[in-house]
């Protein structure tokens, strides 16, 4: 298939260009100007770049003209840890996917994948799974903005008829994530013989590996699948529990300070994905369980130290 990705730079949509390649697929992507490729790796040289920003409808059309899509994988998104989810970025992000589905749509492609995230489901502690029919209710710009772009998707598919698809994503990690976040940030600290300061990490989580993240995005997309589908591992885990794991891979228990930091506000005990859709609709399986994916990540971020101090 012609497959047209946006964000094609970023964590998430790297992988996603790579694991198109490796199937077979005739891979366009979008990036704006200056963007870093190193995530995207060796299979850089054999897909089709289109050098524009989302916000820029004119560079946008250009480069849907000339990609043709059979299918469209749309990730790109503000994603800055610790901004993401109050930024008035969100809002033009938000009418930016709009304009661009549509711009889509008028084309002709018969599949679009957008991709959103658990944050638009209303917190519950109740302990239960989020099923996709679980009450919505986000508390962020950042939620509530995915959310509207899900239902202006189901007006863009109503219209034209092309088959969307929703993927919301939950907690994920792996290689070459922003090094502010949790599992990357407790991880270069050990390695560096430095200690990890967390959360008490009672929180219940479901954390999913970014290529697996990846793989199912493509599996959706190939599939007959429309509407929202969690993209997830289903197990739940308490965030400690994954913090001393990191702590006895690398050799450095001792510097774990697991309780050192205050809870932030307003974070639910229990995020788990229900992803019975997502495995009944595509023959997708997940390729890391959490240990050989943790082990996969530490030995990455090692590599990246070394490189850095020779």
Same mark, same amino acid.
């Given at each position: 298939?012609?497959?047209?990705?946006?964000?094609?730079?970023?964590?998430?949509?790297?992988?996603?260009?790579?694991?198109?390649?490796?199937?077979?697929?005739?891979?366009?992507?979008?990036?704006?100007?200056?963007?870093?490729?190193?995530?995207?790796?060796?299979?850089?040289?054999?897909?089709?770049?289109?050098?524009?920003?989302?916000?820029?409808?004119?560079?946008?059309?250009?480069?849907?003209?000339?990609?043709?899509?059979?299918?469209?994988?749309?990730?790109?998104?503000?994603?800055?840890?610790?901004?993401?989810?109050?930024?008035?970025?969100?809002?033009?992000?938000?009418?930016?996917?709009?304009?661009?589905?549509?711009?889509?749509?008028?084309?002709?492609?018969?599949?679009?994948?957008?991709?959103?995230?658990?944050?638009?489901? *209303? +917190? =519950?502690?109740?302990?239960?799974?989020?099923?996709?029919?679980?009450?919505?209710? &986000?508390? !962020?710009?950042? #939620?509530?903005?995915?959310?509207?772009?899900?239902?202006?998707?189901?007006?863009?598919?109503?219209?034209?008829?092309?088959?969307?698809?929703?993927?919301?994503?939950?907690?994920?990690?792996?290689?070459?994530?922003?090094?502010?976040?949790?599992?990357?940030?407790?991880?270069?600290?050990?390695?560096?013989?430095?200690?990890?300061?967390?959360?008490?990490?009672?929180?219940?989580?479901?954390?999913?590996?970014?290529?697996?993240?990846?793989?199912?995005?493509?599996?959706?997309?190939?599939?007959?699948?429309?509407?929202?589908?969690?993209?997830?591992?289903?197990?739940?885990?308490?965030?400690?529990?994954?913090?001393?794991?990191?702590?006895?891979?690398?050799? *450095? +228990? =001792?510097?774990?300070?697991?309780?050192?930091?205050?809870?932030?506000?307003?974070? &639910?005990? !229990?995020?788990? #994905?229900?992803?019975?859709?997502?495995?009944?609709?595509?023959?997708?399986?997940?390729?890391?369980?959490?240990?050989?994916?943790?082990?996969?990540?530490?030995?990455?971020?090692?590599?990246?130290?070394?490189?850095?101090?020779?």
């Amino acid at each position: 298939m012609r497959v047209l990705v946006t964000g094609a730079s970023g964590f998430i949509g790297s992988q996603v260009v790579r694991h198109l390649v490796d199937g077979g697929d005739e891979v366009h992507a979008i990036a704006r100007a200056g963007s870093d490729l190193r995530r995207v790796g060796l299979v850089r040289d054999r897909v089709r770049w289109h050098e524009a920003d989302l916000r820029d409808g004119d560079a946008m059309r250009r480069a849907v003209g000339e990609a043709q899509p059979e299918l469209t994988i749309h990730l790109a998104w503000t994603a800055e840890p610790g901004v993401y989810l109050h930024t008035p970025e969100n809002v033009e992000h938000l009418a930016a996917g709009i304009r661009f589905a549509s711009l889509v749509a008028e084309t002709g492609c018969p599949r679009f994948v957008g991709v959103g995230t658990n944050l638009e489901y *209303r +917190p =519950d502690d109740s302990g239960a799974e989020l099923k996709e029919t679980s009450p919505l209710g &986000p508390v !962020h710009l950042y #939620g509530a903005c995915k959310l509207a772009l899900s239902v202006a998707l189901e007006e863009i598919s109503r219209k034209h008829g092309m088959g969307v698809a929703w993927a919301r994503t939950f907690l994920l990690y792996g290689p070459a994530e922003d090094p502010r976040r949790l599992v990357p940030a407790v991880i270069t600290s050990l390695l560096r013989g430095e200690p990890a300061q967390t959360t008490a990490g009672e929180q219940i989580r479901d954390y999913l590996h970014v290529a697996d993240v990846a793989s199912a995005l493509v599996a959706i997309g190939h599939s007959a699948l429309t509407g929202p589908v969690n993209v997830a591992s289903g197990i739940p885990i308490a965030v400690r529990d994954v913090v001393a794991r990191i702590g006895e891979i690398v050799g *450095r +228990p =001792d510097l774990l300070a697991i309780g050192a930091l205050p809870y932030r506000g307003n974070d &639910p005990k !229990h995020v788990v #994905g229900d992803i019975t859709r997502l495995e009944l609709g595509t023959r997708w399986k997940p390729a890391y369980d959490l240990d050989n994916g943790l082990r996969s990540t530490i030995d990455w971020w090692r590599e990246q130290l070394v490189s850095a101090a020779t």
